[in-house]
């Protein structure tokens, strides 16, 4: 189970490792023993905090599913002894303001833009996947097509690696979520099909998204028919790989 957090939380709630078994198709669904702290879309206090990151049990690995201002990633990376890896959402905040007044345009130091890379730390592969469903004119937005055209083109890497190591993808993280219980009801947050189609080819353990806010209902976590774990990350959450 993730473990709860959200904008306005004072403490990270109750948690635990994932029960060990098996996926569809026999793959092996064990717990690595690697915890993510994963946020998204809204700073929470527990985040941008003095305190941080001895307020919070240890992580190994930190994750940004999209919209989280730069300085505030940057101040995470300055704090932290692991570096950020993180995604652009569709308002497009991540880079750093000019202090001049002009367009924000310098990436947060010591931290991974990962869209459409895959990296590896802690020893979990994570692949990034910036933006959302188009709704209007604007970056980071994409036609389904769009994303299912970038997704194919990491085919042959992911390939690859799923001969090498037995699984291409540990960590899907996204702005966007996938079809399901945690996408919105509305056309903006709209759930992805290409994501679900990938859940379906490399099954991968986790999927973390942000961009839907808690506040309307959606749940943190559920589990798809392939065994996908998919989080939502808004505020703040951790979660046990």
Not at 43 to 50: A, E, L, Q, W, Y
Not at 73 to 101: C, I, M, Q
Not at 206 to 222: I, N, Q, T
């Amino acid at each position: 189970m993730a473990r709860q957090g959200g904008g306005g939380v004072g403490k990270a709630g109750q948690g635990g490792r994932p029960a060990e078994g098996e996926r569809d198709g026999g793959e092996s669904n064990a717990a690595l023993g690697v915890r993510v702290l994963a946020i998204a879309d809204e700073v929470s206090p527990v985040i941008h905090s003095p305190n941080f990151p001895d307020n919070l049990p240890h992580f190994d690995v930190i994750v940004s599913a999209g919209d989280m201002p730069g300085e505030v990633l940057e101040f995470v990376a300055t704090k932290s002894k692991v570096e950020p890896l993180y995604v652009f959402g569709n308002h497009g905040y991540g880079l750093l303001r000019d202090p001049k007044g002009g367009e924000p345009s310098e990436p947060p130091g010591g931290c991974i833009d990962v869209h459409l890379r895959l990296v590896n730390v802690a020893g979990l592969n994570v692949l990034g996947v910036q933006g959302s469903a188009q709704y209007r004119d604007g970056p980071y937005q994409y036609t389904e097509r769009g994303f299912a055209a970038m997704l194919s083109r990491l085919a042959p890497r992911l390939w690859l690696e799923e001969r090498r190591r037995g699984r291409a993808v540990d960590v899907l993280l996204t702005h966007a979520p996938p079809v399901g219980p945690s996408a919105g009801k509305d056309h903006a947050h709209r759930g992805i099909p290409a994501f679900n189609r990938f859940h379906e080819r490399w099954r991968p353990l986790v999927h973390v998204h942000g961009h839907v806010h808690l506040e309307g209902g959606g749940p943190r976590e559920h589990v798809t028919k392939e065994g996908v774990r998919v989080v939502n990350a808004f505020g703040y959450t951790l979660i046990d790989v």
